[in-house]
T-cell receptor, first 112, second 114 residues
Framework: AQSVAQPEDQVNVAEGNPLTVKCTYS??????LFWYVQYPNRGLQFLLK??????LVKGSYGFEAEFNKSQTSFHLKKPSALVSDSALYFC??????????FGKGTRLHILP | DARVTQTPRHKVTEMGQEVTMRCQPI?????VFWYRQTMMQGLELLAY????????DSGMPKDRFSAEMPDATLATLKIQPSEPRDSAVYFC????????????FGSGTQLSVL
């Protein structure tokens, strides 16, 4: 069965520092991976996806993610964090049937 | 901007009552997902439709939950009877399908069952 793990419930980063939010996955076949962000009292918003091709994927708001097949990871990164990046971040995987399964989410706090 | 519309935004009800949540997917989208968000479980997939046909509802408690798409512009999630443990935020999302699928989420229905 397909699954996604986000090992950190919360990540704290000082403004201006680089940030990483971790995600590992388990999937049969080719992995189709996604990151979404949720701001308070809102639905999730798409950030970026990995389907095939370059292992470094660029997305919205300056975020990028690095796909590592050998480590089955898809970590979300940003070179310089902003206070406005504080939100709940979800990693997701699409299984061959089309189901999209989300991790439990990681709360990102950017400290001024 | 096209958006997924969910109603109601908030619902407070008493245990045992029927609850119906509605979702209007973005016009032209052919997949609809229902998710439930809680602090403990995160975002759980309840049901998934493609071209109005239910493809997977294995995440749904079958004895009390039901999901339907009476037409392409309406998806419903019904709980009967409701229980306090159903209290959560319920999200609907729609997309075009395919491996590139990017989901568009509604603002959710916050359900409180007393």
């Amino acid at each position: 069965a397909q699954s996604v793990a986000q090992p950190e419930d919360q990540v704290n980063v000082a403004e201006g520092n680089p940030l990483t939010v971790k995600c590992t996955y388990s999937v049969s076949g080719n992995p189709y991976l996604f990151w979404y962000v949720q701001y308070p009292n809102r639905g999730l918003q798409f950030l970026l996806k990995y389907i095939t091709g370059d292992n470094l994927v660029k997305g919205s708001y300056g975020f990028e993610a690095e796909f590592n097949k050998s480590q089955t990871s898809f970590h979300l990164k940003k070179p310089s964090a902003l206070v406005s990046d504080s939100a709940l971040y979800f990693c997701a995987v699409r299984d061959p049937s089309g189901k999209i399964i989300f991790g439990k989410g990681t709360r990102l706090h950017i400290l001024p | 901007d096209a958006r997924v519309t969910q109603t109601p935004r908030h619902k407070v009800t008493e245990m045992g009552q029927e609850v119906t949540m509605r979702c209007q997917p973005i016009l032209g989208h052919n997949t609809v997902f229902w998710y439930r968000q809680t602090m403990m479980q995160g975002l759980e997939l309840l049901a998934y439709f493609r071209n109005r046909a239910p493809l997977d509802d294995s995440g749904m408690p079958k004895d009390r939950f039901s999901a339907e798409m009476p037409d392409a512009t309406l998806a419903t999630l019904k709980i009967q009877p409701s229980e306090p443990r159903d209290s959560a935020v319920y999200f609907c999302a729609s997309g075009f399908g395919g491996v590139n699928e990017k989901l568009f989420f509604g603002s959710g229905t916050q359900l409180s069952v007393l």
